[in-house]
């Protein structure tokens, strides 16, 4: 008994130190309990709390922005997951090389749309407007996860492990992309109408050189 309990204790007092090399290099940007290190916008900062250990989204269109620590929150190159669900008729997106705005559809930096039922027929895994897919990859209710890639010029967006875009952005944009291309930035999650209601969670980035 005695030889037994020693070895357990071995086997926790290893585990942290497995998850903590199995996660080399990822840092977590939301703790599951406060707003830490995010910035709602000043339209309808009400949309936006926290559920069971989740981002939940419901209300008025409204911005959350992450104006944290890690990476000075201006990041180029990076991995970012993050484990998404929505509720039927729910529509909401990531953004990425975003910055912080005060109201109105973020101008900088391109979106990653999440929706599987919303009358937009852009679904989740689109590079909103940029590169569009019209198959339903997740379902509503359900969690999945999302990973998205930015190296240099080129996005890939997978969901649950399935490339939905593999993206490389053109040397020449067209005149009217304003903002809406790879610079640099931070990640915004978006409240996008009062019927849409989502929840993400266990969001992580890992920075790529």
Do not use: C
């Amino acid at each position: 008994m005695k030889k037994l309990s020693l070895v357990l204790l071995f086997l926790i007092s290893m585990s942290p130190a497995f998850s903590q090399k199995k996660e080399k290099g990822w840092f977590s940007l939301f703790d599951g309990k406060t707003f830490a290190g995010w910035k709602v916008n000043e339209e309808n900062p009400s949309t936006f709390s926290i559920e069971d250990g989740t981002i939940k989204v419901a209300g008025e269109r409204t911005h959350l922005f992450y104006e944290g620590t890690v990476g000075k929150h201006d990041f180029k190159n990076f991995e970012l997951k993050l484990k998404a669900k929505t509720l039927p008729g729910s529509n909401s997106g990531i953004f990425i090389h975003t910055a912080y705005q005060a109201s109105g559809w973020p101008e900088k930096g391109y979106e990653v749309q999440v929706n599987q039922t919303h009358g937009d027929w852009r679904k989740t895994g689109s590079l909103y407007g940029i590169n569009d897919v019209k198959e339903n990859l997740a379902k509503d209710n359900e969690w999945y996860e999302y990973h998205i890639i930015v190296k240099d010029k080129r996005i890939v967006i997978k969901i649950n492990d399935k490339v939905a875009v593999d993206y490389i952005e053109p040397d020449t944009l067209p005149a009217d992309r304003g903002l809406k291309k790879l610079s640099s930035g931070t990640i915004a999650l978006q409240g996008h109408d009062p019927k849409s209601v989502a929840y993400f969670k266990d969001i992580k980035i890992k920075i790529l050189e």
